[in-house]
């Protein structure tokens, strides 16, 4: 069965320090996606990438920047220079190709970004 | 482009009521899921609709049930609610049947007394 693992629950960083969010995840389908979203106080998931298991290509979006290495089962996120703003929770989710739309969440990572 | 709405935002209910939850998704969107946030559990998969046809479902008791109606717009019911119902449920619409990026709603907050 499907599997994606947050170990960090809690980051807390200074304003301005880099910081990556580790996701390693399970599965028995050659053909997947992977996701992270971001969940602010308001509580609404926010969409920030989607990655499917044939494209390992790094990508990077302004401050963030996600590494997929299938070799470790791992998609990690990094954010560069994290400002206040960032301060949330931070989810990575796996979707097979053979279960539809279903998201299997991992249990998140709380960043907290201190001024 | 409107985004994912969900109606209400905020519910009390007694243990042994039940609750009808909505969700309307972006235009165009086909498929919609619904998902249990709690701080033990997590986000857990309820199930998805997609044509209005049940395509999948978590594992969760029969008391938890949805349909989606021809303009996509989604309901999820509770019968019988239980203490340990209260959550923040969330839906999302996706374009295709899967698998897709689905875009969130703001959630409906359920609390159980």
């Known amino acids: 069965a499907q599997k994606v693992t947050q170990a960090q629950t809690e980051i807390s960083v200074v304003e301005k320090e880099d910081v990556t969010l580790d996701c390693v995840y399970e599965t028995r389908d050659t053909t997947y996606y992977l996701f992270w979203y971001k969940q602010p106080p308001s509580g609404e998931l926010v969409f920030l990438i989607r990655?499917?298991?044939?494209?390992?290509q790094n990508e990077i979006s302004g401050r963030y920047s996600w590494n997929f290495q299938k070799s470790t089962s791992s998609f990690n996120f990094t954010i560069t220079a994290s400002q206040v703003v960032d301060s949330a929770v931070y989810f990575c989710?796996?979707?097979?190709?053979?279960?539809?739309?279903?998201?299997?969440f991992g249990g998140g990572t709380r960043l907290m970004v201190k001024p | 482009k409107a985004g994912v709405t969900q109606t209400p935002r905020y519910l009390i209910k007694t243990r042994g009521q039940q609750v009808t939850l909505s969700c309307s998704p972006i235009?165009?969107?086909?498929?919609v899921s619904w998902y249990q946030q709690t701080p033990g559990q997590g986000l857990q998969f309820l199930f998805e609709y997609f044509s209005e046809t049940q395509r999948n479902k978590g594992n969760f008791p029969g008391r938890f049930s949805g349909r989606q109606f021809s303009n996509s717009r989604s309901e999820m019911n509770v019968s019988t609610l239980e203490l340990g119902d209260s959550a923040l449920y969330l839906c999302?619409?996706?374009?295709?049947?899967?698998?897709?990026?689905?875009?969130f709603g703001p959630g409906t907050r359920l609390t159980v007394l």
């Open positions: 989710a796996l979707s097979e190709a053979s279960a539809g739309n279903m998201l299997t």
């Open positions: 990655r499917n298991s044939f494209d390992e």
């Open positions: 235009s165009g969107h086909r498929s």
């Open positions: 999302a619409g996706s374009l295709a049947g899967g698998p897709d990026t689905q875009y």
